[in-house]
């Protein structure tokens, strides 16, 4: 098998695997994820994104998530704002953290539609084998196939695994990760 028939094959797998069923609802924290709903209206019922509904409840990005438009979600987990240090969440909901939490949550969103497949495909045609963003925090965020996964890195160098991917809501599309990603 040629490098070349073997770099395609594993792409095939890797999109394949990455990417929800076409016509079927992905399940996220137990919940059926349906395209007609948004961000918010999705996140709300996945029981593994409790953390960061509160988290978007308190910054009042709310109705922004509602908005029309398109957004890409990195979506850390329950367990990803449970790893930060002790007592990292409950300083970040207090009402005078509102901006530090609002940088935050906004370094995981990106403006436009983009998909696992779209991801993979920016970082196999760039320079240096990274898909690069900017999000709405003004931050950076880049994105890295190693193996058979997408890992999203912020400017720290931090990295957060793609473990479901390309979850389409009306308004964008959620990745979920499992970690939190930090703006410098």
Do not use: C, W
């Not at 509602?66 to 909901?93: C, I, K, R, S, Y």
């Not at 935050?104 to 993979?120: M, P, Y």
Request: glycine letters at 8%; hydrophobic letters at 45%.
């Amino acid at each position: 098998m040629s490098i070349k028939t073997l770099i395609a094959a594993s792409f095939v797998a890797l999109t394949a695997g990455m990417v929800a069923a076409e016509g079927q609802n992905p399940m996220v924290g137990g919940a059926a994820m349906f395209e007609t709903k948004n961000i918010v209206e999705n996140a709300v019922n996945s029981a593994d994104h409790t953390t960061l509904v509160a988290a978007v409840q308190a910054a009042g990005l709310v109705d922004a998530l509602q908005g029309d438009g398109p957004f890409t979600v990195f979506a850390p987990v329950n367990d990803a704002f449970a790893a930060l240090p002790d007592g990292t969440v409950e300083t970040l909901l207090l009402p005078e953290n509102k901006d530090l939490l609002t940088k935050i949550l906004t370094a995981h969103v990106i403006s436009g539609d983009f998909s696992a497949a779209e991801i993979i495909r920016k970082a196999k045609h760039s320079h240096d084998g990274f898909a690069h963003f900017n999000t709405l925090s003004g931050d950076a965020l880049s994105a890295q196939v190693r193996g058979n996964n997408v890992y999203i890195y912020d400017e720290s160098g931090n990295a957060a695994k793609v473990t479901i991917a390309d979850v389409n809501q009306s308004n964008g599309v959620i990745h979920v990760v499992n970690k939190v990603l930090l703006p410098k």
